[in-house]
């Protein structure tokens, strides 16, 4: 996916899911009605799992939007992991230990998070190519001292020692070295 799309659509692409959810479940609810008790509980079960603050769900890339709109790409996915693994604590502390499946979920999110912390490097290149390769027309501005202060939806003034360059020349002589 572009890390580089305006947080506002990105945030209408991640409430489509959910949109579409309700949508299948009141059709369903039309066509199903002797069903409807077990069309409800899986409904809500996969609404609200899909919503939990944990970073691989919805509810986690929601929770990196957010922080997104005023901390830096790298500061606000530290922050969405931090908030992931604390909500999987909160929910093996709350949730009773013989429930084998709730555990074998646990453990699959928790592996999610690890290998999606590992590769913030490469997302952090990847989202620094992309606005390389694709300027943007941000309408805000933002000073930054070093490469790693970048922020999604802002144009950048980079300052390296006494000099200011703007996003699309620091870029173009970061990418240009290689």
């Not at 008790?37 to 899986?42: F, P, T």
């Not at 013989?98 to 690890?114: A, E, G, H, S």
């Not at 805000?140 to 360059?165: E, G, S």
Request: hydrophobic share 50%; charged share 15%.
């Amino acid at each position: 996916m572009n890390q580089n799309i305006p947080l506002p659509q990105e945030f209408l692409i991640l409430i489509a899911g959910p949109i579409f959810q309700y949508l299948a479940y009141f059709l369903l609810q039309c066509f199903l009605s002797n069903y409807i008790d077990m069309i409800k509980v899986y409904h809500y079960s996969i609404l609200f799992f899909n919503l939990l603050p944990i970073y691989p769900l919805d509810g986690g890339k929601l929770i990196n939007l957010f922080f997104s709109t005023f901390l830096t790409f790298k500061l606000s996915f530290y922050m969405s992991i931090f908030v992931s693994i604390s909500v999987l604590i909160i929910l093996i502390i709350l949730t009773p230990h013989y429930n084998l499946n709730f555990l074998f979920v646990i453990i699959f999110l928790l592996i999610k998070i690890i290998k999606e912390y590992r590769l913030l490097d490469y997302q952090y290149q990847k989202f620094l190519l992309e606005r390389y390769l694709h300027p943007s027309l941000y309408k805000k501005t933002k000073l930054i001292n070093n490469v790693n202060n970048f922020y999604r939806d802002k144009k950048h003034l980079v300052k390296i020692a006494d000099n200011y360059m703007w996003e699309e020349d620091f870029l173009n002589k970061m990418y240009k070295k290689c």
